[in-house]
């Protein structure tokens, strides 16, 4: 039986057949489709060198040593960006050490202005901290380090042909304002959980995402609920803007499996500097890129996780385009996670054909799950909505799809079926 799952996609405005009409029998015997194993991905890293990187003529990066070397440019925001660079390195007395910091691009003007923010709550987390004394959690953490359970990267790593989904817990967004008035995020985590999601992704961020350290703290126990259960707890990642080492340690004393290292706002060696702290604390870390200078940034400091954003956070246009065209340049054995602007299944079902291990999802799950009509703490078929969307992305055999309130609905059965491999009926 031929594959529609594998290119060329039907386009989005294409009607899709998804469902026979009610009442219609169902065929009396079908297999799932047994989609080849991905074939090898080229490593197209050679053209992504760091030298190279400079050499593509971009924009300045300001980051680390680079911010007192930085020439001058007509940017209102750099001026901005290199306060926020500036104050993340003294931070911790750290910086990167010597070498020149090749270009990885300006830092996207969303950015500039969260980065500043962030400056000023590690300041203010560091002073509490501080006054606390050396028994602070935070302190201990930092000072002793903690043995890495890897149990992040291990649930993210799929064999090809497989998805792992992570489901975000996202409020609202600075492109987008509100998405979603989500009152209750650790019971959206369990249903999260439940559709067989393998990761639950939670914004702290409060002005930009409407998150919180008390959203993370709630899903982490939430999951944790889940131990010695089938299917067991989903792993956490913090989704925050992380410039350094003391939110790591917030993170990990939550409770958090994993946190993102975003390569635009931090450049090539202070992503090193924090990988390296990240694992230290006993972490994983999702390196997040969106062009090729970051994706090779990404690779040179040793990423093992690496995500695809889909979204240009200078014009935050959303395209599968930048997944496709990077995914050769994700080295083997890295974990590849396609983020931002899936919708449906076949966006899902599209990136999984290009190589990619794992999806980052969040619009589309919690505006499926919206409870706006309920108190969110109770049934709502919201919910339902979500874990059907989850099993769509999960499902590897399907022939029939469709819009994303059809195909959620029925992508359960779908799911289904992929978890029992190949069966007729
Ligand atoms: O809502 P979407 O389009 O499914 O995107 C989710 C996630 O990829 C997006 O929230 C995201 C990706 N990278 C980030 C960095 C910070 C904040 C948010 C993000």
């Given at each position: 039986m031929s594959c529609r799952t594998t290119p060329p996609y039907p386009s989005r405005s294409t009607p899709l057949l998804c469902l026979p009409p009610p009442g219609t029998p169902l065929p009396s015997s079908f297999s799932l489709c047994p989609c080849p194993a991905a074939p090898p991905l080229p490593l197209g890293m050679a053209a992504f060198v760091p030298g190279a990187a400079?050499?593509?003529?971009?924009?300045?990066?300001?980051?680390?040593?680079?911010?007192?070397?930085?020439?001058?440019?007509?940017?209102?925001?750099?001026a901005a960006t290199r306060r926020a660079a500036a104050l993340t390195m003294e931070?911790?007395?750290?910086?990167?050490?010597?070498?020149?910091?090749?270009?990885?691009?300006?830092?996207?003007?969303?950015?500039?202005?969260?980065?500043?923010?962030?400056?000023?709550?590690?300041?203010?987390?560091?002073?509490?901290?501080?006054a606390a004394g050396d028994a602070h959690p935070i302190a201990v953490l930092l000072a002793s380090g903690a043995p890495?359970?890897?149990?992040?990267?291990?649930?993210?790593?799929?064999?090809?042909?497989?998805?792992?989904?992570?489901g975000e817990i996202k409020r609202r967004s600075p492109s987008k304002g509100l998405i979603s008035d989500i009152?209750?995020?650790?019971?959206?985590?369990?249903?999260?959980?439940?559709?067989?999601?393998?990761?639950?992704?939670?914004?702290?961020?409060?002005?930009?995402?409407?998150?919180?350290?008390?959203?993370?703290?709630?899903?982490?126990?939430?999951?944790?609920?889940?131990?010695?259960?089938?299917?067991?707890?989903s792993v956490v990642l913090r989704k925050e803007f992380i410039i350094d080492p003391?939110?790591?340690?917030?993170?990990?004393?939550?409770?958090?499996?994993?946190?993102?290292?975003?390569?635009?706002?931090?450049?090539?060696?202070r992503t090193g500097e924090l990988l390296a702290e990240t694992h230290r604390l006993g972490l994983d870390a999702i390196v997040e890129v969106h062009d090729e200078p970051e994706l090779a940034a990404a690779v040179a400091v040793g990423a093992e996780i690496i995500g695809?954003?889909?979204?240009?956070?200078?014009?935050?246009?959303?395209?599968?385009?930048?997944?496709?065209?990077?995914?050769?340049?994700?080295?083997?054995?890295?974990?590849a996670v396609a983020e931002s602007g899936i919708e449906e299944?076949?966006?899902?079902?599209?990136?999984?054909?290009?190589?990619?291990?794992?999806?980052?999802?969040?619009?589309?799950?919690v505006k499926a799950a919206d409870n706006s009509k309920t108190d969110g703490h109770s049934y709502s078929a919201g919910y339902n909505n979500a874990k059907g969307l989850i099993k769509a992305f999960l499902a590897k055999g399907s022939v029939k799809y469709g819009p994303s309130t059809t195909a959620a609905f029925f992508g359960k059965g779908e799911g289904a079926k992929e978890s029992l491999g190949e069966m007729t009926v």
């Open positions: 400079a050499a593509l003529g971009r924009g300045t990066f300001l980051g680390s040593s680079a911010v007192a070397a930085a020439p001058p440019t007509p940017r209102a925001s750099v931070a911790d007395g750290s910086g990167a050490e010597g070498g020149a910091q090749y270009a990885v691009g300006d830092i996207p003007d969303v950015l500039v202005s969260i980065l500043e923010r962030k400056a000023d709550e590690v300041a203010a987390l560091k002073a509490e901290v501080a890495r359970s890897k149990a992040f990267v291990s649930a993210l790593r799929k064999p090809p042909g497989c998805l792992a989904v992570i009152k209750d995020p650790a019971l959206l985590s369990r249903h999260y959980n439940e559709a067989g999601a393998a990761a639950i992704s939670v914004l702290t961020d409060g002005p930009g995402f409407g998150g919180s350290m008390a959203d993370l703290e709630a899903v982490v126990k939430e999951q944790a609920r889940k131990k010695g259960q089938y299917p067991g707890p003391v939110q790591i340690a917030e993170a990990a004393v939550a409770g958090a499996n994993a946190v993102l290292l975003i390569v635009a706002a931090l450049g090539e060696a695809v954003n889909n979204r240009d956070l200078r014009t935050f246009e959303v395209s599968l385009e930048t997944a496709e065209r990077l995914r050769a340049g994700i080295p083997e054995g890295v974990v299944c076949l966006d899902a079902w599209r990136v999984r054909d290009m190589g990619y291990s794992a999806i980052l999802v969040g619009e589309a799950l």
